[in-house]
């Protein structure tokens, strides 16, 4: 049987020439003197960055280029976008956060979703926490390096500046974070307000030409429990933009591009776009491993022999929710980026992959695990969860040269 690569209509192929998340490390790894294999993002090179002397990224987990204009057309946000870039693919935190550390898309730096198939160590793994999903170690405590899974330098590792890494105290200390940190000065925050002042202090108490990266994960915690469109969802939105003018306000003369953009952004999926794998006894039988990568981009991994089978049932249970993709195919059309792949690419992203149609999802609950299904999900092609929007704003009237940071 062959399976075509049609990728279902009005669905979006993440961009590594200019226009995705990618591009954007790109032009902020030149501007700060390391090099880069990818373009510098078309809405904004590293000619534009280059002579400031900070330069500050501010990653808001879930925030959908889409959503924002229709819950915030006159925001801070809006009147100070640039335009859209696409996330990667999959388009979800592990995968894009990743990018956003190494300044590498996903074939390179091997993260292919929440629940990834380690094969080193014989586990599915949720690599951000350290945690498995079915069996292997209790956490990366057993490992020495984390580099021996996840091998590609950290942007702050290549850049010749100070940089500073701004992440939620409940994780700035991973063992992840701490793979990916470098030589980056850490500043860990409680709450909206800490964060927003911990990038102020960053700012103003460092001499030198400097990159400052912030991550934000509330907004799409919200989605995930109560729905990307919901009032709570909406209401941190404003939070955020009030935050974000104050921000504005403080950093008012200082020399200093502030850039907010996301990792992906999301969409709300109803009960009955939901299909769990254990009602479909064809399907569940023939896979040795639980559904990995995410519930809008499953990778599914047949037992021996049962390749074939498997597809062949998919489509017949599941083709009018699902595109059933082989996973060799979306790597050889570039899906998960271009480049010399990390090794274990292949083994980290299945054998076939279905991709959601609509607002479909696809849940393989395990016995441990609690049930919970998010109402908001992303991890899938569509334009709600690929397009993030690109922001700036500035401090100083006119910046100052930093001519020579690349000495």
Known sequence: MTISMEIPDGLIKPDYAGGGIV?????????????????????????????????VLIVIDGLGADWLARHSPTGLLARHQLGA?????????????????????????????WFTWLRELGCVMKPLPGQPRSGGQSDWGMIKDLRSLFPRPSV???????????????????AFSRAHSGPARLRPFRNLKDCFRQIEQAVKLTRQPSYIYAYWSELDHLGHKHGIDSGAAIEHLHALEQGLEHLKTRLAGQDVCVLISAD???????????????????????????????????FCYPC??????????????????????????????????????????THRSGDVI???????????????????TPIGVHGGLSR?????????FTGAISPISVAGVRA
């Open 85 to 113: 870039l696409t996330s990667v693919f999959p388009s979800t935190t592990a995968a894009a956060i990743g990018s956003f550390l190494t300044g590498v898309p996903p074939a390179q730096h091997g993260i292919t979703g």
């Open 23 to 55: 591009n954007l490390m790109s032009s902020l790894l030149r501007a700060r003197g390391a090099s880069s294999d990818w373009p510098d993002a078309r809405l904004l090179p590293a000619s534009e960055l280059t002579d400031y002397r900070h330069l």
């Open 354 to 372: 279905l991709i959601g149609r609509d607002h479909n999802v696809i849940i393989d609950q395990l016995l441990t695990e609690p049930d919970f």
């Open 156 to 174: 702050f590792e290549r850049i010749q500046t100070p940089s500073t890494l701004i992440s939620p105290q409940s994780i700035i200390h991973s």
């Open 304 to 345: 021996a022999g049962e390749l074939e089978g498997f597809i062949a049932a998919a489509e017949a249970a599941l083709g009018s929710r699902f595109a059933i993709i082989r996973s060799r195919d979306l790597l050889a059309q570039g899906y998960f980026g271009p480049g010399t792949p990390h090794p274990e690419l």
């Open 384 to 392: 709600a969860e690929m397009l993030v929007p690109l922001c700036r």
């Open 264 to 298: 992906h952004g999301q969409l709300d999926a109803s009960p009955a776009e939901q299909t769990r794998i254990n009602t479909f006894p064809a399907l569940a039988e023939r896979l040795q491993l639980p559904l990995c990568g995410e519930a809008r981009a499953a």
